[in-house]
C-alpha cells in the first residue's frame, strides 16, 4: 500500500520533461506511465502555447487537464474545456502591435489554435523544427480586431534586438506581464512571454487544483526555470530539477536529478512510486 497524500503530479515541459534534443527519456515515460497506472492525475504546465503542447499531452495525458501560456489558459484540449482564460485585451494587443511596428520588432501572437508572426524569422525555424508548429504570416494592422490572443512573443537573437526587447518591456511594464524564458534547446536565447497582468503559473494551478476539487497541499509540482517559481510555491511539495538556476532551487522543498539524468523519474521515484 502506498501512503502518501498526493493527488495530482503538475510538470514543467522543456528543461523538465523534454531534454535539449526535444526527447523524453525512457525512465520518465515509464515512471509517468505508473503514476497514471496509480490513478494520479499527471498535468503539464508550459510557457509554450497550446498547439506546441499538444504532441506532448497526447503522448502522456490526452484526457487531462494542463497548463499552457504560462498560466493564461487551463484547459482539456480533448474536450474542448476551458476551466480558466485570460486573454491579452485587443487594446492592448494593438498598442503592442503599433508599438512593435515603430521600433521594427518582430512580434509574435499566438492563439489557441495560432502562432501569428509577420514574416519569417530565426524564431519561427526554431518553432517549426522545435515546437512542431507552423507560422501564419499575417499582418498585425487588423489582428487584434478578429483574435482572441492569449500569448506575445519577442525572441531577440542580438543584443540590439535583446535592447529593442528591453525597451518594450519597460513601457508596458505596468499593463502587461513578462516572463523570460530559456529552454535546453537553445540555451543562449531568450523567449520573452508576454503575457495579460496577473497571468501565472501558480495562479493557474489554484484554479486548477480548485477545478478538481483537491488541495494545493495534494499536489506534486516539478520545474526547472524562474517561470516555474510560483508553480512550486503553490503546491504542496516543490520540486526543482537539477538544471535549474539557485533561484528556482532555493524555493524548492527537494531537488532532483537534471534533465539528462531524467530527474522528472527520479523524483516520482521518491515521492509517489
Known sequence: MINHPYKLLVMDIDGTLVNRHGKISAADREALAKVRDLGIPVSLSTGRGLQASLSIINQLSPDGYHISFDGALVSSPSQGEEVYVRPISKVMVRQMVEVAHEHNLDLELFTVTHYFVERETWSTDAHRQFFGIQPTIVDFTKLWEKERVIKGGLVPTTPQEAAKARDFCRQFGDSLHFSWVKTPAFP????????????????????????LGISLNEVIAVGDGTNDMSLLTSAGLAIAMGNAPDEVKAIADYVTLDVDHSGLAAAINQFLL
Open 188 to 211: 543562449d536565447v531568450d523567449f520573452i512571454n508576454i503575457l495579460a497582468p496577473g497571468v501565472s503559473k501558480g495562479k493557474a494551478l489554484q484554479t486548477l487544483a480548485s477545478h
